[in-house]
C-alpha cells in the first residue's frame, strides 16, 4: 500500500473529510478507476452531506463492479430519506477528542471478536455510533442498520450482560477499524443504584465473574464480582 493511500485511509478514520477528499481525488488522477479510492472519496462526500456528488461517484463504481456492495449499500441509505435526518454530520477533531476520553470503571476500548465481513465493516468510520445487543449470552455490537458487526470478548460480555439486564445503560462509538480489526469504545451513560458500587469495567481485560453459588458461606469474592445474591450463572451457552 503506498503510503498516500494509507494517509488516505488515516483521515477517513479519524472523520477529517475534506483532506479525506483531497487525497483520494489525487489517487484518482494516478488511477481514475481504483474502486476502493471510489468508494472511499463517495462516503467523504456524504459525510458532508454532499449526497449528488457521493451517489454520482457511488454510480460510477457500479459501472466498473454492477455488484459492488459498498456502493450499493450506500446508495440504498442516500435515497433512504431526507439529507438532514439521513446523513452523519461531518465530524472534527475536537469533537474525536472529546468522545474517546476515558474514564476508569466507565469506559473501555475493546477490539471485538468474530468480525464481520469486509462488506459490512469497511463503511465504518471513527466515531460513528454502534449499538450493544444481548442474544445467547453474548454482547453483539451492531451498526445503524441493525448489522452484525462483531462481539465482546466473554469476559466483559458477562460483565455487561448483568449489569444491562439489571438497568445500567451503555452506548459505543467506532474507535478504529483496520481490515479486520475493528476496536470500539465503550462507555456507561447511567448507573443504578443496586450497582453504584461496581464499576462497569475493570482496569485491564481478565474482567471475568466468579461466582459465588447459593448457599455458600466464608467466600471471598473477587473485588470486581457483581453483589448480586440472586444471580446465577447460566451454563448453558451457545456459540456465535
Known sequence: MTPLKTQAIQTALTGDWENAITLNESLLSENPDDIDTLNRLAFAYSSMSNVKEA?????????????NPIALRNLKRLAGGNVSTSQPKPMSFSHISTLFIEEPGKTKVIELLNIADK???????????????????????????????????????????RFMNGGN????????????????????????AKFK??????????????????????VKKPENEIDDPDYEENEEEESF
Open 197 to 218: 458500587d461496581q464499576p462497569s469495567f475493570t482496569p485491564t481485560d481478565k474482567s471475568k465473574l466468579t461466582l459465588v453459588p447459593k448457599g455458600s458461606k466464608n
Open 55 to 67: 451517489k454520482r461517484i457511488y454510480q460510477k463504481v457500479l459501472l466498473l463492479d454492477a455488484q
Open 119 to 161: 462488506k459490512v465493516i469497511s463503511p465504518l468510520r471513527s466515531g460513528e455510533e454502534v449499538f450493544l445487543s444481548i442474544k445467547r449470552m453474548k454482547v453483539f455490537v451492531l451498526d445503524s442498520q441493525k448489522q452484525f458487526i462483531g462481539m465482546l470478548p466473554d469476559d466483559i460480555g458477562s460483565r455487561l450482560i
Open 169 to 192: 445503560i451503555y452506548e459505543a462509538f467506532i474507535k478504529s477499524v483496520d481490515n479486520n480489526k475493528v476496536i470500539i469504545f465503550a462507555r456507561e451513560v447511567k448507573r443504578i
